[in-house]
């Protein structure tokens, strides 16, 4: 069994700050990739942010320098640090595993979790 479950999400003001958590659980050994997704009504499924299990990460351009994503790797959890939010970040945001090793050496190309709504109010 396999859970990615989110946290954190909420409405906040125009320049106000959130902290996502999405933590996976089940008998997993290790995660490749985690990241952060985002979807607005109207929109594509957008990536945001993602982080290796090595610490290398990426972020879009739109939340580079404003968002932070870590991860622990002992919990099997991602954080996305979310500063300086804006109304254009409003959305559902989706956390990502990619190649999860769970119980009997499988490996999971990849599982979503079922998303956290931010809202930022203009």
């Known amino acids: 069994q396999v859970q990615l479950v989110e946290s954190g999400g909420g409405l906040v003001q125009t320049g106000g700050s959130l902290k996502l958590s999405c933590a996976a659980s089940?008998?997993?050994?290790?995660?490749?990739?985690m990241s952060w997704y985002r979807q607005a009504p109207g929109k594509q499924r957008e990536l945001v942010a993602g982080?290796?299990?090595?610490?290398?990460?990426n972020y879009a351009d739109s939340v580079k320098g404003r968002f932070t994503i870590s991860r622990d790797n002992a919990k099997n959890t991602v954080y996305l640090q979310m500063n300086s939010l804006k109304p254009e970040d409003t959305a559902v945001y989706y956390c990502?595993?990619?190649?999860?090793?769970?119980?009997?050496?499988?490996?999971?190309?990849?599982?979503w979790g079922q998303g956290t709504q931010v809202t930022v109010s203009s």
């Open positions: 982080i290796t299990s090595g610490g290398l990460t």
């Open positions: 990502n595993a990619e190649k999860l090793v769970i119980a009997g050496g499988i490996t999971l190309p990849a599982y």
């Open positions: 089940g008998r997993i050994f290790s995660i490749n990739t």
